[in-house]
């Protein structure tokens, strides 16, 4: 079992397989970054494969897969595959933006994949154009549709943003609640990367927009998921994850690692370590090693939630999977 400093338990490993994107979110990545990093210096799969080996005997039994966007990486079930075959009842996970699922839902579901998140911010066209600069709309529901024709379990994430989607919370929660899918509404996170002047809306004002047509009962977190649960009297259950209020530290029970291999305690916090050279020899003992001095240093506050002036992270989501 892998225990960090303060005593918190840590199973959940959230690996970002790639930082390149094909949307251009107006909250992620705005702008294609100055640069990206070379794909000569992303760690392969076999050797992310060593890494999670190692992540598993010492006792993660959670992994999602992220991005930037995951189904940019080429052979992506192939990963999920080894994954699969090492650990089968391995709670194996994928974030996507859902644009490149209709191809490939079903080659990830062979390979073992059981769950995923896709993101849909908006079912206008013009707004989903707006926010992901880009015509995605289409795709991302037919992605969507297949992933559920498939068999795999689908949840669909909405960061709200004022004066551009959020006159459709009660519309995306329709259209999943419709599909037998729950939705997790995500609080904008500031962030350097985004593009300025973005405003979200807060948990209260979700809550308030649901409960002008709904009755719910708010029925806490499930686990360690930061997500804040609701439930409807026909029993559907909605979540709103809402980082400005709550900051998840006390039982955080993640860790991260990059497409580079740098493993990261916590988002909110610049220490990390690198895995690179260790998977790369092929020495386990090492990576093991540094995965526990990763852990012994996760703090115990993130520093977004610690100091008052609400800086923000010098990592970007599509860097870290989010
Ligand atoms: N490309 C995939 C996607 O969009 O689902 C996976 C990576 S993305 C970084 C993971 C999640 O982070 C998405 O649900 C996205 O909406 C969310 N996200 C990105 N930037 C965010 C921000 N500034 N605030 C809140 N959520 C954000
Ligand atoms: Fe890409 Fe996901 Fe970031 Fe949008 S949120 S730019 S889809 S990584």
Partial sequence: ???????????YLRISVTERCNFRCQYCMPEKPFSWVPKEN????????????????????????????????YDLDKFIAMINKHKPGLDLALTTNGFLMKEYAQKLYDAGLKRANISLDSLKDSVAQQIAQ????????????????????????????????????LDVLEYAKAKGISIRFIEYMENRFAK???QGLSAKEIESIVGTKYSFE?????????????????????GIIDPHNHDFCEDCNRIRLTAEGVLIPCLYFDEAMSIKEAVQKG????????????????????????????????????????
Avoid: C, Q
């Fill in 1 to 11: 079992m892998l225990v960090d400093g303060f005593g918190r338990k840590v199973n």
């Fill in 42 to 73: 992303l760690l392969s799969f076999e050797d992310l494969f060593l890494f999670v080996k190692v992540a598993i005997d010492e006792g993660i039994d959670k992994i999602r897969i992220t991005g930037g966007e995951p189904l940019l990486r």
């Fill in 134 to 169: 880009k015509d995605v709309l289409k795709n991302v529901k037919e992605g969507i549709d297949e992933a559920l024709h498939v068999g795999l379990k689908i949840k669909i994430n909405m960061v709200p943003l004022k004066g551009i989607n959020d006159v459709e919370v």
């Fill in 196 to 198: 300025e002047k973005l």
């Fill in 218 to 238: 708010e029925i806490g977190r499930e686990g360690s998921s930061p997500a804040h649960m609701y439930r409807f009297e026909d029993g559907y259950k909605f």
């Fill in 283 to 322: 020495d386990i003992l090492e990576a093991s090693l540094i995965l526990k001095e990763v852990l012994k240093n996760k703090p115990e506050k993130n520093k977004w939630s610690n100091d008052d002036t609400n800086e923000t992270s010098n990592r970007a989501f599509y860097e870290t999977g989010g």
